[in-house]
């Protein structure tokens, strides 16, 4: 079980971390293009992908503790 959380942590951090950096990206593409260099676009970019990434985590590991439906036998 421990194992198996390691690696829900591990696809948590990478997922997150991921996201973030696309934002940031997007974010600061916006901030070129459209924005004139504002650092606003790169921030909101960077938040909104790190709320992403936390939002997946905490469903995730929410998950653990839902009973899955082929656990349930019928009566």
């Given at each position: 079980?421990?194992?198996?959380?390691?690696?829900?942590?591990?696809?948590?951090?990478?997922?997150?971390?991921?996201?973030?950096?696309?934002?940031?990206?997007?974010?600061?593409?916006?901030?070129?293009?459209?924005?004139?260099?504002?650092?606003?676009?790169?921030?909101?970019?960077?938040?909104?992908?790190?709320?992403?990434?936390?939002?997946?985590c905490?469903?995730?590991?929410?998950?653990?503790?839902?009973?899955?439906?082929?656990?349930?036998?019928?009566?």
């Amino acid at each position: 079980m421990a194992e198996a959380h390691g690696r829900q942590w591990d696809r948590c951090l990478a997922d997150t971390g991921v996201k973030t950096v696309i934002g940031l990206g997007v974010g600061f593409m916006f901030s070129v293009l459209f924005f004139k260099r504002r650092t606003w676009p790169t921030a909101l970019g960077s938040g909104l992908g790190l709320g992403m990434g936390y939002a997946n985590c905490q469903h995730d590991f929410r998950a653990l503790h839902l009973v899955q439906g082929a656990a349930v036998k019928d009566q």
